[in-house]
């Protein structure tokens, strides 16, 4: 694909680069440094030993790096116990996934999904895409392929071309006004009739004093990037106006300060979204570097502490109208 870029096309992708890397440069704190890491793909970034994409017309701000990675199959694995299974039952009514259909899963992160998912139908046939280069080098269940692209492009696919697009966890990769593209071009590449899964989450609701600033903390850095931290609550609605039929929407609270098994898991996985952001947050919890981990053994106490914290989660289903007007 790179060698068929205009001279012009891959000035301006440089140039957009850079811009992302000064504005990475910026957003963190002044005592951050910021190199090449000799060891990621040419685009990435390194700030603070954290690798980060380096994709310029992307905001999204958690790493690339293992241990994100890490946190995300954690996170897969509480969802998908959250939620009953990686997809709604309802889907079973519109597609069928044990025959064979064609599933694509956008920004497939550690492929946990789509891996647990081909294993689960043999016989449909999945494609993950990602905008970071985060995909085995040869182990992989046979029926699933995996593509470098970025979903803020036009996506490299025919129209009609899916029966099942997955879209999850987006909250921290788009602006408010990204959304509503994006679908429409989730909209074109599906056949009509096909479905569009999403499941995303909630900022912390609730909880003492000190998770509530915490979360605050958290929820400026999203509306300073141009985010939107209601997006389980929004997600029906942008939807519809992408020109999806809803016809499935379950949002579960979590309680990660309860001490079960599945509460647990929920309450590493906000600890670990709060040290993956340390770049960006520290500054603003007011905590140096070497104190960082004392803030975050504080905040995990807080969160077991009453009044409770609620942190949500919401799937939702849009079908492709089978007649487009
Ligand atoms: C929070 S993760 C979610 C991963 C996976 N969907 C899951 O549910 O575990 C977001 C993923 O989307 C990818 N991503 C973010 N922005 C993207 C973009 N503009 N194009 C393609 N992938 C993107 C990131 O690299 C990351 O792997």
């Not at 803030?295 to 939702?316: I, M």
């Amino acid at each position: 694909m790179g060698s068929s870029l205009s001279q012009h096309e891959k000035k301006r992708r440089k140039s957009l680069l850079n811009q992302n890397r000064k504005q990475q440069e910026e957003t963190v704190s002044s005592s951050s440094t910021l190199t090449r890491s000799p060891l990621a793909s040419s685009d990435s970034v390194v700030v603070d030993g954290r690798t980060y994409h380096g994709e310029a017309s992307s905001v999204y701000w958690l790493p690339n790096d293992d241990e994100e990675l890490d946190r995300l199959v954690g996170q897969h694995f509480a969802m998908k116990t959250l939620f009953g299974g990686n997809i709604p039952k309802e889907v079973h009514k519109h597609v069928d996934m044990e025959k064979g259909i064609k599933i694509l899963d956008l920004g497939c992160g550690p492929r946990t999904w789509i891996m647990d998912m081909a294993t689960e139908y043999p016989n449909s046939e999945f494609t993950g895409i990602d905008m970071s280069d985060v995909f085995p080098n040869n182990i992989r269940p046979a029926n699933v392929t995996f593509q470098i692209a970025n979903v803020l492009e036009p996506l490299p696919f025919e129209d009609d071309t899916f029966d099942f697009v997955n879209f999850s966890l987006f909250i921290l990769a788009l602006k408010k006004d990204q959304w509503i593209p994006v679908m429409k071009e989730v909209k074109r590449i599906l056949k009509p009739g096909g479905l569009y899964h999403s499941r995303e989450a909630s900022m912390l609701l609730k909880g003492n004093s000190f998770v509530q600033w915490a979360g605050q903390v958290f929820t400026e850095r999203l509306i300073e990037r141009e985010q939107e931290p209601c997006i389980i609550d929004k997600v029906k609605e942008l939807m519809k106006v992408a020109g999806f039929d809803v016809i499935y929407y379950k949002k579960l609270p979590t309680y990660p300060g309860r001490s079960d098994r599945l509460n647990r898991e929920f309450l590493w996985d906000v600890k670990h979204v709060f040290k993956n952001c340390q770049p960006f947050l520290k500054e603003h919890v007011k905590v140096k570097d070497e104190e960082y981990d004392d803030f975050l053994d504080r905040f995990v106490q807080e969160c077991q502490k009453k009044p409770e914290l609620e942190w949500d989660f919401a799937s939702t289903l849009g079908r492709k109208p089978v007649q487009s007007i």
